[in-house]
């Protein structure tokens, strides 16, 4: 089996996401990949485009026909995407068993009174930098206290940034280097793995989220879980950017990423 994964895959059973987790399975095969950790939106935030669209028992189903689909030509993990856990997670619990999946990844997409922070409506009137360290002061308080293992695309405002056509190739490492380190030590201390969506690669802005700074960072401080996700949705982007992103990891000392089975961490070799 192929070492390689993408634990960041969005299938049909999401409102922005339009390939059958079925059809996603065969283009994993095609390309090799070793493992392929689907994950569905739950959003409570009623401001989100995917706002209460999981439906559980549909999403099982799409599950249990990629597994037949795969054959044991690949792994295949059932994840959830929960937008601001933080705020939502006693109500998304008494919406899933966290139980039932193979693991949960966090996500930051809204920020206080700002709004979403992908899209460039929330840099009209304030202090982009403002609006990044409210970022990064949320997410520090989000993988605090949240019941996840993998926090995904740390620095998605970006996309944002970018959209607005504003400056987005900044250091935060160098503007907020306190809060950005204790995101990473509650990392290492909690077992959350570290995701690198390689999705901006794709966009305007030509980077990973996290960015290589923060990524050696984590490196330096001890943080050895990470993932990969391209953030797949739809064509013409279905696994985008995995050889990159593993490039980059090995580059920086990942010698492994890693996937979960039934929320416990396994390691894949990147040599």
Known sequence: MNQFSDMHVHTSDSPDADIPAWRLVQRGVDNNLGAIGFVAHLDLNPEDFCY?????????????????????????MKGLEV??????????????????????????????????????EAYSD??????????????LRMVEVSDIDILAHLGLFRRGLALA???????????????????????????????????????KEKITYPTPPILERFRGLGGTFVTVGSDTHREPHIFFGLEQGA?????????????FLDRVPQALDLI
């Open 52 to 76: 209460d669209s999981l439906n559980a028992a549909a999403y099982d189903e799409s599950i249990i026909r990629a597994r037949n689909e795969s054959e044991g030509r690949l792994l295949v």
């Open 83 to 120: 937008g601001e856990p933080h705020k939502y997670e006693e109500q998304v619990k008494n919406l899933v068993n966290y139980s039932d999946y193979d693991f949960i990844t966090g996500a930051l997409h809204t920020v206080g009174n700002i709004g979403m922070i992908l899209g460039k």
């Open 247 to 259: 490039v980059l990891l090995l580059k920086t000392g990942f010698p492994e990423v890693y996937t």
């Open 165 to 203: 056509g504003l400056k987005y190739d900044f250091n935060e490492m160098q503007l907020w280097p306190e809060t950005i380190d204790n995101i990473l030590r509650v990392l290492i201390d909690r077992n959350i793995a570290l995701e690198l969506n390689t999705s901006g690669l794709r966009r």
């Open 126 to 139: 304030r202090d982009p930098l403002e609006i990044v360290e409210e970022y990064y002061i949320e997410t």
